[in-house]
Each structure stands twice: as C-alpha cells, then as structure tokens.
C-alpha cells in the first residue's frame, strides 16, 4: 500500500514520569495546533516501583490507584486538544485505567467541555484467579515466599492502536511499554502491518527518545562550563516527527528553555539500553548498532539507520511483592572537628544497633552516594577534616518495630551522641521489590474498550 | 611541547546512567569524532572494572556504536541489589556516571582543540 501521501505525525511527550513538572504540554500542545497536522500528545508516568504503589492505593480505596496528578496534568491542556483533535495517549491509568477515565470524563465535564470519547486498555494485570495457574508457571522457584502485591504484562501497541482507530480521543493504559505509547498511535495513523519490523523499530526508537519528557531536550544533561543548557526552569518538552517509514525529527516547542542537539539524543538514546542490537520491547526487537543522529538546524536532529527484526514470542511481566521496611536517619555536624564528630556518632549508632542486621552510614559531603552498603569508607579511609558533614544511616528490616529503633536512636544523639550534632531528620518507609517473568505473548489478551 | 595530555575523561565525552534491577547501564559519547579511536583504546572493559572495583560488578561487557562514535557499558550487580533494595541514598546509581568520567586519559597534543573545558595541564 502506498502510504506517501499520509502527512507525518507529530507526537509530543509532556511528562516522562510520575513526578515529573506538570506544567509542560501547554507549549507542547500549542505547537502540535500550529503545526496544523495529525497530533498525539503522550503521558508516561508509570514507572515499575509506581504501579506497584498504585496497586496498594487501589486496595485502601478502590476508586484510586490511577496517577495522583492526573488532573494536574490534563486540566491545562484538555480543552484545546479536544477543540483540535490533539490524541492523547498515557499510561497514568496505573492500577486503575478505569477509574482515571471517569475522572477524565468528570474532568471534562468540569470544564464545561463535550464527553470525550475514552478508551480504556485492559489486560495487563496478571493478579487474578484467571492468571493464578500461568503467573505461578512463570515465576517457578522465584515464587517461593514472596508476598505478591501486583504483576501486571508490559502490553505493546496493537491495542492503543485498535482503540485509535476506533475512534478513540483520549486512550487511557495501566502497564504497557513505554515506546508503545509512540508506536500505538504511529500505528493507528499509517497503517503498518503488525509485522513492519523495520517500521516499527523506528517508531519504537522515537518513542524511547520521547518516553523520558526533558532528558531529550536539554534535561538532566547540564554540566557548567561543560554542557550548558539555556533555560532550564522552562524546559521545553519533545516532539517527534514521524514520518511514513517510522523515520523521525526531535524537536521542542519556538520559544521554550533548553536545547536539541546531537548530544542530547545520543544520552536518550542509549539511556537505559543494553545490547544496542537487541532493544526487546512488545513489538519489535529494535536495533540501533547503524544508527545515525543528525542535526537539522536549531533544535533539530534526526535519527535513521534504526532496523529491526521479529518481536519477542514472550512478554515480561513485573511482579511486586512486600519485601520489608527501610529506616534512614540523619543528623549534622559543622565547623571543627565535624567529621570526627560524625565518625563517633556513626560508631555509637553501630553499637547501639548491633544485631539488626547491616547498617550502611555515609558521610554526606565526604562519601556517600559511590560508596556501597556493604563497604565501610570511614574505616578505610583517614579523617578528610570536613567542617560541614551530614552523617546517614540507613537500615532494613522485615519488622517495621525493629526498623523503627534506627530512627529512635538516631533521635536520642541530641542528648547522647557527640556535641554540637543537629537537624535530625528520619523516616521509615515500606519497601517492595520486583521481580521478572516471562510469559507466552498468546497468553495475555490485550485490549480496549470505551468508556460507556 | 608536550606530544600528550593527561586529562579527565570529562573533557572528552560525556554520560548518561540508566538501570534495570541490579543492573547499571553507562553510555559515554565522545564529543568529537577524531577522539573515538582513543577512547576505543583506553577506555575499556578492564579500565571500567577497575574503576568500579569496590562496587563489584560481576562483569561488564562494552558495547562499541561507531556510528554515533559512543560507547554504551553495561555492569552487572554494582547496585547493591538494585533501587528497591539497596540502602544507598541513590539506589538507581544514577551519580556513577560521573565516576566513570574521572577516569584518565592520554591525549595526543595535536587533539587537544576537541576537548571540552578549559585547558589540559600537560604530562611531562
């Protein structure tokens, strides 16, 4: 099919994480309108600890469990991207896609605007009686005592596509990968065969740029005097161009802070990749070994030479489970002798909490964040004579009695620990981890359907 | 004149840490094309693993992209677990791509106009 003559899609991305600035689509949007052509806005806010806390929000209160700043993000921008025909695509359905649609609705209906048309994509959550059998299969020994709190499928594009092109205007999804997000909607425009590899690498790789918001475009990449980014307090967030091979232009809205260049995308590009010849997402297997960026003009580059090859027959599946409780303590110490200070009050807080398991302290401003837990730098390591040293200590424990008794004896150094120590601050926060799987793609059903 | 440069890696590309589990994945993109060859040379899986040492990885393998004329590592095990499981402060590793940019370089003097920052000090 000649394809040609179908105008490029422009997809722009506004948050790249649940915790992200929710002030960013206006300028997005207001350049996917003035670029005049087909248009998707993305939201990706749902990392893999964030689902797992959305799932045990949903359980305190069955109407929550979607993205806690969905309102934030959307009240902005709904208004004219429904006036305008602006898609928009997101995952902050977290644990309940469902209930952050009516919400949308509701929302919608809040500002005085026409029900959109909402659809919902279901079939990632792998928790129920249905999937017991095919989830217990999966996880094997790893099962053995885990405390299970959710395991959902990372779903691919088809869906989002399908519901797109069933006229859906906004798509609302709890676990899918993150480029889905891109691809679904480039999909829905082109109409790719589901097996276009090449096609679909490219659209994966633009997604994959687009998927982290501002660390395409100028974010988490400043360096003073080394990598200079204009105004960073208002970051312009992405915009891919794609055209009808999968092939891409990242730009970012006239006017905004920050920058595109051929630097920034080659640090998105490889963020988070392994095997530069094997990116397995639930569509396509992408590879970016003969990749190219090349930069167009002012903030903006292009990348080809992205190919792809058949897609995984499996789908990996998170599982979080309860693993225990984390206590952190900290308290200061300036001026002379601050170091040796800290020092004492680190071998005190040992003794006082000997048998609790290990406990990691950093001098913060000396060494903490490349250190290890299991190391032990002080010991290692003579008197730097710091003047401004905060002392960490962290711990964890199954019990969240005993993992508290770090945070009290923290506490008690203002009367029992060595001089002038102050600002102590401490918390004590449950932890959950996760674990991977795989399961058979035909195993899990994919799908959308809309908002009554 | 001096024929090398000792300089920090920081002056001749640049990083981005990513992470999956316990796993650390650091990208490091020459920031001129001419400086790939030498840091294909000097920057290798055994310079990494020594410079990450006390975190232990387990291995780490190098991926080479000369198109884009970087390099993308990727170390096993060196976050204690991985960011819902270790107590460091930065569970996800997310500084340890400035550790990699301290490494040393050696640097033809002739090269010196594609570093970035002010000025090398030469070796003697």
């Known amino acids: 099919m000649n394809r040609e003559h179908l105008p490029t899609l422009h997809v722009g991305c506004a948050a790249g994480f649940s915790g992200d600035r929710t002030d960013a689509a206006s300028p997005v949007v207001d350049a996917l309108i003035a670029a005049g052509g087909p248009a998707v806005l993305i939201f990706e806010t749902l990392a893999e600890r964030t689902l797992a806390l959305a799932q045990l929000a949903r359980r305190a209160d069955p109407d929550a469990g979607y993205e806690p700043l969905l309102d934030e993000l959307l009240r902005p921008v709904l208004a004219r991207c429904l006036q305008h025909e602006v898609r928009i695509v997101s995952n902050f359905g977290a644990a309940n896609p469902a209930g952050a649609a009516r919400r949308i609705a509701a929302l919608a209906q809040e500002l005085g605007l026409r029900a959109p048309r909402i659809a919902v994509i279901e079939g990632d959550d792998l928790m129920g009686e249905a999937h017991r059998a095919l989830l217990a299969d999966a996880l094997g020994s790893q099962a053995q005592g885990l405390k299970i709190v959710s395991a959902n499928a990372y779903l691919g594009a088809e869906a989002i596509a399908d519901a797109l092109l069933a006229g859906a205007e906004i798509v609302v999804a709890g676990r899918v990968a993150d480029p889905s997000l891109t691809v679904g909607p480039a999909l829905a425009h082109f109409g790719w065969a589901r097996d276009d590899w090449d096609r679909l690498a490219r659209a994966t790789m633009a997604g994959h740029l687009l998927e982290c918001g501002a660390q395409v475009t100028g974010g988490y990449y400043a360096d003073p005097g080394y990598k200079d980014v204009p105004g960073m307090a208002q970051l312009g967030y992405p915009i891919a161009e794609i055209d009808a091979d999968g092939r891409c232009v990242v730009t970012k809205p006239a006017g905004t802070g920050g920058r595109i260049d051929e630097h920034t995308v080659k640090e998105q590009l490889l963020y988070e990749l392994h095997d530069p010849a094997a990116y397995l997402t639930p569509d396509v297997v992408a590879d970016i070994t003969e990749a190219q960026v090349a930069q167009l003009g002012a903030d903006r580059v292009r990348l080809s030479g992205v190919r792809g090859h058949a897609r995984p027959a499996t789908l990996k599946v998170n599982v979080c489970h309860e693993t225990g409780w984390l206590a952190e303590g900290e308290i200061s110490y300036a001026g002379p002798r601050a170091e040796a200070r800290a020092r004492l009050a680190a071998e005190v807080l040992r003794e006082r909490l000997k048998g609790l398991g290990p406990m990691r302290a950093d001098l913060i401003g000396v060494s903490s964040v490349f250190a290890d837990d299991a190391g032990d730098w002080p010991a290692s390591h003579a008197d730097t004579g710091a003047r401004d040293v905060r002392l960490r200590v962290a711990l964890h424990h199954a019990d969240p009695k005993q993992a508290e008794r770090l945070a009290r004896e923290v506490t008690a150094l203002y009367t029992c620990g060595p001089a002038g120590g102050g600002g102590v601050r401490t918390a004590l926060r449950r932890r959950l981890g996760t674990v991977s799987c795989t399961v058979p793609r035909d195993s899990v059903h994919g799908r959308y359907f809309f908002l009554a | ?124």
């Open chain 2, 1 to 124: 004149m001096p024929t090398t440069l000792t300089v920090p890696l920081y002056r001749a590309a640049h990083a981005r840490t990513g992470d999956k589990g316990n796993r650390s994945n650091i990208s490091l993109i020459a920031w001129h094309p001419r400086l790939w060859e030498l840091l294909v040379e000097q920057v290798t899986e055994v310079v990494v693993a020594r410079q990450f040492a006390h975190r232990r990885p387990s291995r780490v393998v190098r991926h080479l992209l000369p198109q884009l004329h970087a390099m993308n590592f990727v170390l096993d095990d060196v976050l204690d677990g991985g960011v819902n499981d270790a107590l460091n402060l930065d569970s996800h590793g997310k500084a340890l791509s400035f550790l990699l940019l301290d490494l040393s370089l050696e640097v033809p003097a002739e090269l010196g106009d594609c570093l970035v920052g002010p000025s090398a000090s030469p070796s003697t």
